[in-house]
């Protein structure tokens, strides 16, 4: 596994332009998608995962810290935001049928996701992000043919 990108972000609206721009890489492939978020608590994971569901259309977005996922469907997209932070077993995955979150055109965004290993899909993509304040620097990796494509949408900015 291979940085492909390295980016600063220096403010919370440069966050929202990634995770829109991030979007929007997403709606050329139609096949499932899978996104792990990582970092330390605080880092601007969920911060991240707003501003992707937003970019659809989605309003009102919470936090699925409590209830391990929160979906959001309309005609163009199924996005699927798991945050597996409170999760005490990865087979409590299997009780909310995560498997069925993973048909064709369907996007995970997961938080946390180490502790879900073993039952979570493997990461198409995998943003790690760090920083203090509100700068965000983000090492991006791709792990399959799908991640290389979303890699490349991005490009270098």
Known sequence: MDIILNLTLNNEKATQQFSQQLAQCTQNINHAIVIYLEGDLGAGKTTLAR????????????SPTYSLVESYQNDIINIHHFDCYRLSDPEELEYIGIREYSDSGHIQLIEWAELGKGIIAPADLSIHIAGEDNIRKLSIYTHSEVGKQLSACLGPN
């Open 51 to 62: 501003g992707f569901i937003q970019s659809f259309g989605f309003d009102r977005v919470k």
